[in-house]
């Protein structure tokens, strides 16, 4: 079955570094598109970063371009989200999803897991 398991969530200072970590299977990893979503409370889903299945483009929300990378290990079936110089308002739930790149299957979300920026 799909699955898509998430770690490296926890507590992080302001200004502070955290690795987000995706493992995938049950699907082709390569051929699909892999992205970091956050969601607080009270508020849309957002989507933070995406890298893309062939050429590994890569695309940033404005609040956290130059603080967050995103990459994928094909190899390892793993995408990344590397937190740089932690803000307050980067707290949330974050959320790893993969879609295909042609759109052929339903898209996969991961169970989420918390993030808190904090002193």
């Known amino acids: 079955q799909v699955q898509l398991v998430e770690s490296g969530g926890g507590l992080v200072q302001p200004g502070g570094s955290l690795t987000l970590s995706c493992a995938a299977s049950?699907?082709?990893?390569?051929?699909?598109?892999m992205s970091w979503y956050r969601q607080v409370p009270g508020k849309e889903r957002e989507m933070v970063a995406r890298i893309t299945a062939i050429n590994k483009d890569t695309y940033y929300a404005d609040s956290v371009k130059g603080r967050f990378t995103i990459s994928r290990d094909n190899a390892k079936s793993t995408v990344y989200l590397q937190m740089n110089s932690a803000k307050l308002e980067d707290t949330a739930v974050y959320y790893c999803?993969?879609?295909?790149?042609?759109?052929?299957?339903?898209?996969?979300w991961g169970q989420g897991t918390q993030v808190t920026v904090s002193s």
């Open positions: 999803n993969a879609v295909r790149f042609d759109l052929r299957d339903r898209g996969y």
């Open positions: 049950g699907f082709t990893f390569s051929s699909h598109h």
